[in-house]
């Protein structure tokens, strides 16, 4: 087991959920995941708010935001 901890695993929720880790960083979070109630609850949160992201960006388009609006909510999720 190597499990890696509250801290890495809270630290890099966002990146396992877009699928920007390698299997060999991910695992490890994963399997904390997997043992810890508070990292899991805090997953779910993670992926909550970025569906509500997603479908507020969706939205914007459909509803033909201002360019610069979208832009700077793009840029917001990537600070």
């Known amino acids: 087991m190597s499990d890696c901890g ?4 809270q630290a890099n929720i966002y990146e396992l959920l877009r699928g920007e880790l390698c299997s060999e960083e991910s695992a490890p979070i994963r399997e ?10 805090e997953e779910t949160v993670c992926i909550s708010l970025t569906d509500v992201v997603r479908r507020a960006c969706e939205e914007e388009r459909e509803n033909c935001a201002p360019a610069d609006l979208r832009d700077a909510i793009l840029r917001g999720l990537n600070a």
Do not use: Y
Request: glycine content about 0%; some cysteine.
């Open 6 to 9: 509250c801290d890495k695993a």
């Open 32 to 41: 904390h995941l997997d043992s810890c109630p508070n990292c899991r609850d």
